[in-house]
């Protein structure tokens, strides 16, 4: 997903980092791959049309039981200073998407002099809405495909809930930064997904789109990567190397020996 951990207000103007230089593939060695890490937001769905989907039904609700607060939010540069104020005096939040949307509600609440109680049904609004995702089409076909033949491991940044999406069935489990306490690319949460998998990391094979956050991580705690690189963007890493580079998903599927 390649966005900021600040997600929790939505901001899908904010730059990007630009890559700087090409760098091949390193290979992949198929028989080491017996489970999959599979990132979520950007790697199955477009993340933003969502978000900005959740921000419309949250500022729906919030026009009709907080009025003030809904004044506010109207306001970007309002929610730009919550922001802020959020990454400034809640470092301990940063690896928790829901927490962070929770907290801007409440203080949002709290300066629209409304009732800071009602923060919980509003997040529920926004939430539902934030799994209400539109699938990229090879989605779940490749899920499909990888899910017969590895274990896969749904492992995000973000706060969307497989079950709830309605991909569960294709996952043996999911961890995630709020659940592990730690967000990629920290090599910490890419072993605890390969825990999950129940293999040593260096059998997995994690397929995600941000070169860093997926990319480094996966590379720092030895698993192999494939890239998904949707959008024709550079590798900005070397000397470290995607062992696998694919713009759509079903590549990367019929690379790992599918018909698909």
């Given at each position: 997903m390649k966005t900021p951990q600040t997600q929790h207000l939505t901001d899908p103007l904010s730059p990007r980092p630009e890559a700087t230089s090409p760098l091949s593939d390193a290979g992949?060695?198929?028989?080491?791959?017996?489970?999959?890490?599979?990132?979520?937001?950007?790697?199955?769905?477009?993340?933003?049309?969502?978000?900005?989907?959740?921000?419309?039904a949250l500022q729906t609700w919030l026009g009709t039981?907080?009025?003030?607060?809904?004044?506010?939010?109207?306001?970007?540069?309002?929610?730009?200073?919550?922001?802020?104020?959020?990454?400034?005096?809640?470092?301990?939040?940063?690896?928790d998407m829901s927490a962070l949307r929770l907290a801007s509600i409440r203080l949002v609440l709290q300066r629209g002099g409304?009732?800071?109680?009602?923060?919980?049904?509003a997040f529920e609004v926004f939430?539902?809405?934030?799994?209400?995702?539109?699938?990229?089409?090879?989605a779940l076909p490749a899920l499909e495909f990888l899910s017969s033949r590895f274990p896969v491991v749904a492992l995000s940044n973000g706060n969307?809930?497989?079950?709830?999406?309605g991909l569960g069935a294709h996952f043996k489990a999911s961890v995630s930064a709020r659940s592990?306490?730690?967000?990629?690319?920290?090599?910490?949460?890419?072993?605890?997904a390969a825990e999950a998998a129940g293999v040593p990391s260096h059998q997995v094979l994690h397929i995600g789109d941000d070169a860093h956050l997926d990319g480094v991580g996966a590379l720092g705690a030895g698993m192999q990567l494939a890239w998904v690189n949707r959008e024709g963007q550079?590798?900005?890493h070397a000397p470290l190397q995607p062992h696998i580079t694919v713009a759509e998903l079903m590549a990367l599927c019929r690379a790992l020996g599918g018909t698909v």
């Open positions: 992949l060695d198929l028989s080491r791959i017996q489970a999959i890490t599979l990132d979520l937001d950007d790697t199955l769905w477009p993340v933003w049309p969502t978000i900005a989907r959740a921000e419309v039981h907080a009025p003030a607060t809904a004044a506010l939010c109207a306001d970007k540069a309002v929610l730009r200073e919550v922001r802020a104020h959020l990454n400034s005096t809640r470092p301990d939040l940063a690896h409304e009732d800071v109680a009602l923060a919980e049904d939430f539902a809405e934030r799994q209400r995702v539109d699938l990229f089409e090879d969307a809930d497989v079950q709830r999406v592990f306490g730690l967000s990629k690319p920290d090599p910490r949460i890419f072993h605890a550079v590798w900005a």
